[in-house]
């Protein structure tokens, strides 16, 4: 590849994307095309930005134009389709943040990463900081002892940018849990070299905020308490909702040698170290000044802010956008190892994902998967699903029992029979906290059971869990469908699937479906006869339904 002139091609050109424009000049990039949905200001993005196409379309980008990188500065529910559309042409990908939006888009991130020869970096442009570089250089040379704790907090008031861009609306303020966590975890993880996160915890502070419609945000503040692989706690913050002065980017530091805390910008307040290497007194002394030390600035100020050129000085977001740039193009000339490639991403991406589920259930322990492992593993067979017809929504199923049986509402009482029956119908593992943690996301009056009147026992169940996805995002799921062998072919597992159902429908729900496995043909027959349509949702969903279809005799 030539030393200059990288052809590069910015999709969200007309927000965030133009942004890039100085980086990208000054590092030896030439945007040759620009993509944006907003026709209106298409036009002048591309020419903002220098380039000779402009496209409504990203594939149509791809395809037209014979690029060999894309910034991709999207809403992020499209950072991983439009990633892994580049990365199967061998197109670079320099992508914003988060790396992706669900654990699921994280492994099909990861295997179009390892399946390309193209490089892949997350934009996280807070490592690039001054203050941030700086600590880490320290961090790296042993100065703050063994680090042991941090926080990182991003508070940024941003209920009118969420009108402005309504996918914020939905994907930074409408969730539960750390969404945008990635400037916080991203210099920490920096600062502790070779360690992961390895479970998380989360827990909201309540709502206290409508939108213009009347319409709650998720929790103002959200906590993430997270455990590393060498033992560390690291408490991260984020509320985007509270009114209150800003102080978006706010880190500490805490080692047995020293001690690093960042002005929240408050009268007369500064960025504070301590480390042992300066002073025996435990006491503060001012970064700032200290990076303005001639002998500290040579001994531990990392190169690039030893005399930063001035586009680096005009840069957004502390010279990160210039830094993050020219670390991506030195990685596509072989210059230099990419600092945040597909691992990187998503060891301060995942957290935040696995912590919208802990906030749902609880603030649960939950562990956070290691995508270096994925890599040894086959690609995960995703489940079938199926719906409930819209036509269906006003007619729910009819449910009937024989007479020796009676449906009715789990109560705790049943916990011991619950969990006899779970093992019985081969759904091993459940104890009193998997039971607890269900009945955190029940539909109120949706646990049902059946009891057998002449011995007691319970003999079958399904669950109405709330199961909003990004495929449903209004979502009900008729989950957890368990009957005893001995009392199968008398029609325990259709009543019990069509009480959920019923459930979800008086309840309002405008989707309900379910999840199965190819080799559960007597469950999914009992599906089809409910009324339960197959969803096609991934590659070779039609070939394993005709294959099922063809073991059912159901054509």
């Known amino acids: 590849m030539a030393a200059e002139g990288i052809r590069v091609g910015v999709v969200g050109a007309a927000g965030r994307g133009g942004g890039f ?231 500490q530091l805490q080692g047995t040698d020293g001690v690093y805390e960042s002005s929240r910008g408050g009268p007369g307040d500064r960025d504070r170290i301590w480390l042992r290497e300066l002073s025996q007194d435990i006491r503060w002394h001012d970064l700032d000044s200290l990076m303005g030390l001639d002998a500290l600035a040579q001994r531990y100020q990392p190169e690039i802010w030893r005399n930063p050129p001035p586009e680096a000085l005009r840069a957004g977001h502390g010279g990160g956008d210039f830094f993050e740039v020219l670390d991506f193009t030195r990685a596509i000339r072989d210059e230099a190892h990419c600092p945040i490639g597909i691992h990187e991403a998503l060891d301060i991406t995942l957290p935040g994902l696995v912590s919208q589920q802990s906030a749902l259930r609880g603030g649960a322990w939950l562990e956070v998967p290691d995508s270096r492992t994925w890599a040894a593993e086959e690609p995960a067979r995703p489940q079938l699903q199926m719906v409930w017809p819209r036509e269906l929504l006003s007619r729910p199923p009819e449910v009937s029992l024989p007479e020796a049986y009676e449906l009715r509402q789990y109560c705790p009482a049943d916990e011991e029979a619950y969990i006899r029956l779970m093992d019985g119908a081969g759904f091993g593992g459940w104890d009193h906290d998997r039971v607890s943690d269900c009945l955190r996301m029940m539909v109120p009056g949706g646990f049902f059971v059946v009891e057998h009147r002449p011995t007691g026992a319970l003999v079958a169940t399904a669950m109405a869990k709330h199961g909003a996805t990004e495929q449903h995002p209004f979502g009900g799921e008729l989950s957890w469908v368990a009957g005893d062998p001995e009392h199968g072919g008398k029609g325990l597992g259709r009543a019990v699937c069509a009480a959920v159902t019923r459930r979800f429908l008086q309840a309002g729900y405008q989707e309900v479906y379910l999840l199965t496995d190819d080799f559960r043909l007597p469950a999914i027959a009992v599906y089809l006869r409910l009324g339960y349509q197959p969803l096609m949702y991934a590659d070779g969903m039609y070939e394993r339904w005709d294959a099922l279809r063809s073991a059912l005799s159901v054509r």
């Open 21 to 251: 424009k100085e980086a990208l000049q000054t590092n030896g990039a030439v945007v040759t095309a620009v993509c944006d949905v907003r026709e209106d200001r298409l036009e002048q993005s591309r020419r903002w930005l220098g380039a000779d196409h402009q496209f409504f379309d990203f594939g149509e980008m791809l395809e037209g134009c014979d690029l060999e990188a894309v910034v991709i500065a999207t809403p992020m529910p499209l950072h991983v389709p439009q990633s892994v559309e580049a990365l199967k042409r061998g197109i670079h990908v320099l992508c914003e943040v988060p790396a992706a939006v669900s654990v699921e888009e994280c492994r099909e991130l990861a295997r179009a990463c390892q399946g390309s020869s193209a490089v892949y970096m997350m934009a996280e442009n807070y490592t690039y900081t001054r203050p941030n570089v700086l600590v880490r250089e320290l961090a790296s040379r042993g100065l703050f002892g063994d680090v042991y704790y941090a926080e990182g907090e991003y508070l940024h008031e941003l209920k009118q940018l969420n009108e402005d861009t309504p996918w914020r609306r939905r994907w930074q303020t409408g969730i539960e849990g750390i969404t945008y966590g990635t400037h916080s975890l991203g210099p920490i993880l920096q600062w502790m070299p070779g360690d992961r996160v390895t479970r998380v915890s989360c827990e909201g502070s309540g709502h206290h905020y409508k939108d213009p419609r009347g319409e709650e945000y998720h929790q103002d503040t959200a906590v993430m308490l997270c455990k590393t692989a060498r033992g560390a706690l690291i408490k991260i913050r984020v509320d985007m909702l509270s009114d209150r002065p800003h102080a978006m980017a706010n880190y």
